[in-house]
């Protein structure tokens, strides 16, 4: 309900200091949504925490001051900011759309005969404002890999189509 891409006061970070969720916006602006990294710094933060377990359930009954739970129009959420929640729901969909990535990346290595461990670079595209790659890791999002091997490369359609329409690299436009 709350997610969207990164823009000014999207939550990009988020982490659970002493009990207590706090986090990190887009500019430092007043907290408006979660953008793809914050929603997964939060799962992740909720899941090392044992406020959500594996399967995406919430228990209510954690120790944990904020983030505040209530019940919503879909169930128990969570309160992650002024009025922006997550809800059981939305933390299941994260969860399928990771197994899909997880799919995704072992069909790409069992058609390359490759094994995981022999991946030397990983290059990460995508808007992220701030993607965690040892959250990411942790939620399995991301293979056991060292944190070196990852590199976070920006929005590159977004590039290619600055640079499509600047008829910027038109050869390699051509070849595509």
């Known amino acids: 309900k ?5 823009v000014l006061g999207s939550i990009t ?12 916006t887009y500019d430092n602006a ?6 793809g990294s914050g929603i997964m710094e939060l799962i992740c933060e909720l899941f090392q925490n044992s406020i959500v377990d594996k399967m995406g359930n919430i228990s209510p009954l954690s120790k944990i001051v904020r983030p505040n739970f209530r019940k919503g129009e879909s169930g128990l959420e969570i309160l992650v900011g002024e009025d922006i929640t997550v809800t059981q729901n939305e933390i299941k969909y994260f969860i399928d759309s990771k197994a899909a990535i997880a799919a995704t990346i ?9 094994d ?11 808007g992220f ?3 965690d790659f040892k959250k990411a890791i942790a939620l399995g999002l991301l293979p056991h890999i060292p944190l ?4 976070y490369i920006g929005n590159t359609s ?8 600047l008829g910027e690299d038109q050869k390699s436009i051509n070849e595509i």
């Open 116 to 126: 995981i461990e022999n991946i030397e670079e990983v290059l990460v595209a995508g």
């Open 13 to 24: 970070g988020v982490k659970i200091i002493d009990g207590e969720l706090t986090y990190e």
């Open 158 to 165: 977004l590039a290619g189509a600055v640079k499509f329409l």
């Open 129 to 131: 404002g701030n993607l």
């Open 148 to 151: 070196d091997h990852f590199k």
């Open 2 to 6: 709350y997610g969207s891409h990164a």
């Open 30 to 35: 007043k907290a408006v949504n979660l953008c």
């Open 106 to 114: 072992s069909t790409l290595l069992d058609l390359a005969e490759c």
